[in-house]
Every structure is written in C-alpha cells, then in structure tokens.
C-alpha cells in the first residue's frame, strides 16, 4: 500500500521560503512519478510541480527534488507569495495522495 506524508509547511512571510517534504512507503515505481499539487481556500486543487512541469505561477521560484536514499521528494518554494497560500499535497498516479500541508505566506 502506498503511504505519502507531506511536513514542512507552516506560516512565513511574503519573500521568504520553505522546504516541503514528501515521505513516501509502500510499492512506488519511481520517485519521479511523485508530483506536488495545492488548494488554496475556494479554489480547485492545482499541479504545482512534477519531473515534467512546473506550473507558471511558480516557475523559477520552486524546485522539486528527489532523495532516494530516503525516498523522500522536496518542494523547495522560495520567494513565496501570499498567493502561494494553500494546502499542498504529493499524489502518485493512482490515487494516492497524502493528507497535505498547510502553507500560510503573510503580506
């Protein structure tokens, strides 16, 4: 069964930063497949970021990364927007998603 758990998010300030973490367990083909989405209040949930795609709203601000060592994929986000507010969340294919993170960026 596959397990991702999402940490790192939390409250800072408009041009700061925060590293998100996705642990992943359980049968997952590749790190790659791992993809960050978020929903923010009101909104619709939103690919933020995969091997493939970065979405324009965070493009040359965030970076994911993979550690395989420790099966763990990172969203680096930096000069974060109060825009960027939203819980963010890991998915692989399948429907399989984590509980999320909540990142709250203050003006």
């Known amino acids: 069964q596959v397990q991702l758990v999402e940490s790192g998010g939390g409250l800072v300030q408009a041009g700061g930063s925060l590293r998100l973490s996705c642990a992943a367990s359980g049968f997952i083909f590749s790190l790659n497949a791992i993809s960050w989405y978020r929903q923010a209040p009101g909104k619709q949930r939103e690919l933020v970021a995969s091997?493939?795609f970065y979405a324009d709203s965070v493009k040359g601000r965030f970076t994911i990364s993979r550690d395989y060592a420790k099966n763990t994929v990172y969203l680096q986000m930096n000069n974060l927007k109060p825009e960027d507010t939203a819980v963010y969340y890991c998915?692989?294919?399948?429907?399989?998603w984590g509980k999320g993170t909540a990142v709250t960026v203050s003006s």
């Open positions: 091997i493939t």
């Open positions: 998915n692989v294919p399948g429907g399989h």
